[in-house]
């Protein structure tokens, strides 16, 4: 990822929107990307089934957390987790930990 973005990292938000922090781990060091508040704040509520996940930014549905990635986001006041599937997630899929998406996919979001 370019380091010299400052827009959202996971919208079209442009340069100067406030923004804050989403953290997670990549392949040996800890990531960080500059998020807006309408994506830090984004939440699709979880599927009632067990061990079933939605992605917070689509909604699509994965029957294994591992195969999102979550950030940690920090925003003025607002702290908070994020989990997103590769669409969603700048980068693609935080790679140590987490899992082939398709393997765990269990639902796309209606168009
Ligand atoms: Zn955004
Ligand atoms: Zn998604």
Redesign the pocket.
Known sequence: MQQTLTG??????PPGAETGEAHTWGQDERVTHP??V??AIQVEPDPDERDHFACDGCGLVVDALAALTRFRVELGHLEGPLQLCEHCSPGGLATYWTRDLKEHLVATPAE
Not at 8 to 13: G, Q, V
């Open positions: 959202c990292a996971f919208c079209d938000a998020v807006c309408d994506c």
